[in-house]
């Protein structure tokens, strides 16, 4: 299977993933890793392992791609008969033609245990509302900000002395177990996402 990996930051889970490939506990290749960020740190692990990059500028938006910029990526992904697209710590948000091409095959990881606190810092949105257990989530993506189907989570205590980076630092801990064993799992086809309750039910 071959990865698109995308990035916009540090790239502790690119590594994470890229690791378990090297040490074979993952069945995959990471064909392509892009940023929409010059001097991202993803970039930096890639080119240290000697792993194909490309920066590929967003274009005029703040939080999505613009048309061309999009393409370009598509362009390049297609280029590298990239088979799953791995949103890891991509602050662009994806909507159009990309999810269409690689529809069923982009998978993101998330910092919370969804559907609770989508969006931004779902680390501090979950200690700021007191709940005592948050995790990570690896799921689909679709149309919507942190809506896809749900491959697979990971618990994490929330702990009383916390505070948003003790409590960050432990959920990026089980991301970087999660994400390399669902892409494993992904690999050896093993895994499907099950339907969601959408509509309303009663009891
Ligand atoms: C992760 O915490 C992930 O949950 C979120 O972005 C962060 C990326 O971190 N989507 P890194 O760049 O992989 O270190």
Known sequence: MRLGVLGSGKGSNFVAIADAISSGRVAAEVALVVSDVADAGILAHARDRAIPW????PGKFRTKLDDEAEAA??????EARVDLVVLAGYM???????LRRFEGRVVN??????????GLAAWKQALDYGVKVTGCTVHLVDQGIDTG????????EVLDGDTASSLHERIQKAERELYPAVVASLARGEIHARGRVTG???G
């Open 200 to 202: 309303g039910f009663a």
């Open 109 to 118: 990881i998330h910092p919370s245990l969804l559907p609770s606190f989508p």
């Open 149 to 156: 189907p749900i491959l697979a989570q990971r618990a994490v």
């Open 92 to 98: 662009r948000i994806l909507k159009g033609e990309l």
């Open 73 to 78: 990526l598509i362009a390049a992904l297609v």
């Open 54 to 57: 490309i920066h590929l500028p």
